[in-house]
């Protein structure tokens, strides 16, 4: 979809300030992503602009940058503004920003880079700058139509005058919005008892004319080859290597039958639409196997048994993953995202639960160690990364906790402690040698002696607490990697240590630091070169290093730092690599709001952290970053209906894929000295009666079980342990009023939140009140 970008600097009409506009004709949610920089600073940074620059609604992100929504003045406007007001004579030198689709994530940029609007040196144009070379224009409004604008070009003013001189300039620069579409593919199979073929039957919803390219293949190396006739009608052979069939029109579609031999192991095809335009899987061919719908003969009573089960496993095995490809593949449909993927979601974990169910039911049980196997809990690992789903995360530091210069003794002290609470999982900070003294702007990799201590001080931190049974998870960063040195440009750009890679590992597409790698997969963070994961080698080393870290160290999973950064499919690479027991991303961007007022529906904001958690294959689960956002606004502006979404769930990513979402209410960005989005203060305890009541990991933020907090924490966690409560709980929400929050957990807790009267009834249930506190109040059952 194609339109326009508009953006005007001209004076306010005070004639003191002056005013940037930025204007956006497509329709969908925008957001400017912009930052300053000041006269005289070096380098290419941003910084965040003085606070009475911002316009009402700008969100910070991180330290270097603000989120400004775009508003429409008015209904009868055809496009988006935000308006910027400055001081001329500020030591600001210019304006940098980005334009952002919440709506899908995508970032829109000028020739590839930020655009950038001077306010002090029209000359020093490096290709990215917006400015008063274009003639003084008028801003569109309701009446004017867009495509009835001219712009003319004029010549620069003398250089000297302009040289200092504000001056003011209209300009539009065209922008395309790319709309995904969304079609579905059914494939079914069939095995008629007697009969020696199989059934395939194939339909698509995709409009028009559309030709299946196809062959079979006869074993896992997956070779196309035309099969004997019958063919479907209108099928033609193409170059003797496959067929092309034609499906026939059905008024939603068109489709086509194929009869098979029983002998064949597969089905393959692609889909052409017209002669530029295919379809096939995540650039592979479609694979269908027709081998489980073979009847199995010749085997006595305990192999057919055996048989069965292993193909109802493993037909369920199969289901989750064309579940998870449907999910991939349906998550950019509009019209049909929120059911498509909510629906998708809970067959999976229905899936998930029988298959769960058969596995223990095939398990030998042995009553001389257990008798009551319903109070079992299970000692399995259901999958790589996501733990046993009865974890609870302690974050085992703050901003602060570097300048002792000892952490790890410190906390090594605590360990007994903190486990006796209840956790089963802590997380320690970034280990590596750092330009920044907290860890998060990594240099050698391979330097574990930090601000937080010594190697051998970790090591033994480690040791310590898995001999009081918590797991450790290392917080890595691999977004991005500060230089060692200057390429002869002076940027940093080059690396030494142990992986002494050269620019190629620097995204090509971050204009601040001159890499010759690939464009980037995800956003950039601008404080040091981003690292390009599409490269071989650079995969190659972070699977090294991980596997060290889990070998030399003893982690047993990992904190993924800035996830936005690049595509979640490489995190799948890394964690099918090095295994960990737990491994959680965090994905932080901006909630959804409108005129500064946050969204009821927030499905767009949790649907990107679910997408990156798709990405990932569901090896790792995310920081639940809506619920923290829904509940800020629900306690401190008395807002309780906010928790609960319009299906009456959970309105964060908990209430969509709770075996993933990781949830919190503060961490060491959000709370300690930074303090970047605090939680309402004096209602923490009301954010945990929450997470740690509801399905979800909970994580707690370590300087809340070191203040006044730790006792009522400690009770949390202890009701949490003995009901049972794991990531996979069932929550029946029965109020969410404006002064009320109230469900009930498994059917065995019930909790209320908010200063409004809730009491569970009576009945069958015998509840009795097990904590009570300022604002929230915790039931358990007696039955």
């Not at 006739?229 to 099928?235: F, I, K, L, N, W």
């Not at 194929?258 to 096939?280: H, I, M, P, Q, R």
């Not at 050269?502 to 963070?525: E, I, L, T, W």
């Not at 800035?562 to 960990?580: C, H, I, N, Q």
Request: proline fraction near 5%; include cysteine; aromatic fraction near 10%.
């Amino acid at each position: 979809v194609e339109g326009k970008l508009l953006i005007r600097l001209d004076q306010s009409k005070d004639q003191l300030n002056w005013r940037l506009t930025i204007g956006c004709s497509l329709s969908g949610k925008w957001i400017l992503h912009w930052g300053v920089s000041y006269v005289g600073d070096t380098g290419s940074e941003w910084d965040q602009p003085p606070k009475d620059m911002r316009p009402h609604g700008s969100i910070p992100i991180k330290d270097y940058a603000i989120e400004t929504p775009f508003k429409k003045p008015s209904k009868d406007y055809t496009f988006h503004e935000v308006k910027i007001d400055f001081n001329p004579s500020s030591a600001i030198e210019a304006i940098h920003f980005i334009l952002k689709d919440e709506e899908t994530g995508a970032s829109y940029q000028h020739k590839g880079r930020d655009f950038r609007v001077s306010l002090v040196n029209y000359l020093e144009d490096d290709g990215n700058m917006i400015h008063a070379k274009s003639s003084f224009g008028k801003w569109p409004d309701a009446v004017e139509q867009l495509p009835n604008m001219v712009l003319k070009e004029e010549a620069s003013c003398d250089s000297k005058n302009e040289n200092r001189r504000l001056e003011g300039f209209y300009k539009e620069q065209p922008i395309v919005k790319e709309v995904s579409v969304g079609n579905i593919v059914n494939v079914a199979i069939r095995k008629f008892p007697d009969a020696a073929n199989i059934v395939l039957h194939l339909e698509t919803d995709i409009p028009g004319d559309v030709v299946v390219h196809w062959g079979v293949c006869r074993d896992d190396a997956k070779t196309w080859e035309i099969p004997a006739v019958p063919y479907p009608p209108e099928t033609t052979v193409f170059r003797n290597k496959a067929l092309r069939t034609l499906l026939q029109p059905t008024g939603n579609g068109s489709r086509a039958l194929f009869t098979l031999d029983e002998k064949l192991d597969g089905f393959l095809f692609v889909l052409k639409l017209d002669a530029n335009s295919w379809v096939n899987f995540q650039g592979n061919d479609f694979y269908i196997p027709l081998s489980s719908a073979r009847s199995v003969k010749g085997q006595s009573d305990s192999e057919n048994e055996e048989t069965s089960g292993k193909a109802h496993t493993d037909g369920i095995i199969n289901e989750i993953r064309n579940l998870v490809s449907g999910l991939n593949s349906e998550k950019s449909l509009q019209t049909k995202v929120k059911e498509a993927k909510e629906s998708i979601l809970n067959e999976i974990e229905k899936l998930a639960a029988e298959a769960y169910s058969i596995f223990r039911s095939s398990t030998p049980s042995y009553p001389e160690e257990d008798s009551d196997a319903d109070d079992a809990e299970p000692t399995i690992n259901i999958s790589s990364g996501t733990g046993s789903g009865f974890e609870i995360l302690c974050q085992g530091f703050n901003w602060e906790s570097n300048k002792s210069g000892r952490w790890y003794m410190e906390l090594k002290e605590k360990a007994s402690e903190i486990s006796s609470l209840g956790f089963t999982v802590i997380w320690l900070p970034p280990p590596t040698e750092s330009v920044s003294p907290e860890g998060y702007m990594p240099k050698d990799l391979y330097n574990l002696n930090s601000r937080y201590g010594t190697i051998d001080e970790l090591k033994d931190l480690v040791k310590s607490l898995h001999g009081v049974g918590l797991k450790v998870l290392g917080d890595v960063v691999l977004n991005h990697r500060c230089a060692h040195y200057q390429n002869q440009n002076g940027v940093w750009n080059i690396f030494g240590g142990r992986l002494n890679w050269d620019d190629r590992a620097v995204v090509g597409d971050d204009p601040h630091f001159q890499g010759r790698g690939n464009k980037s997969s995800g956003d950039n963070f601008h404080a040091a070169p981003n690292i390009d994961h599409s490269q071989d080698f650079v995969r190659k080393d972070l699977i090294e290093w991980l596997c060290w870290l889990r070998e030399e160290i003893g982690y047993d999973g990992w904190r993924l730092d800035f996830v936005r950064g690049f595509w979640g499919g490489y995190v799948k690479d890394y964690l099918d690599a090095s295994e960990p027991y737990f491994a959680v991303g965090e994905y932080w961007d901006s909630l959804s709001y409108t005129y500064g007022e946050m969204d009821h529906n927030q499905d767009a904001h949790r649907q990107r952290i679910v997408d990156w958690i798709n990405a990932t294959n569901g090896t790792a689960g995310a920081f639940d970053v809506t619920t923290k956002g829904i509940l800020h606004s629900a306690l401190e502006r008395r807002e309780y209906w906010r928790l609960s979404d319009q299906k009456g769930k959970p309105p964060g990513v908990v209430g969509w894929w709770p075996s993933r979402a990781v949830t919190f209410i503060e961490n060491h960005d959000t709370g300690s000295t930074q303090g970047h989005w605090r939680f309402p203060g004096g209602k923490e305890m009301q954010g945990y009666a929450y997470i740690l009541t509801h399905p979800g990991t909970p994580a707690v933020f370590y300087d809340h079980i070191v203040s006044h907090h730790r006792s009522e924490i400690g009770a949390l966690i202890s009701l949490r342990n003995r009901n049972k409560i794991h990531c996979r709980s069932i929550v029946e929400i029965v109020k969410a009023e404006r002064d009320v929050y109230a469900a009930t957990i498994d059917d065995r807790v019930a909790m209320k939140i908010g200063p409004g009267y809730y009491e569970p009834p009576s009945g069958p249930q015998r509840w009795s009140l097990a904590l009570e506190g300022y604002d929230y109040k915790v039931w358990e059952t007696s039955s």
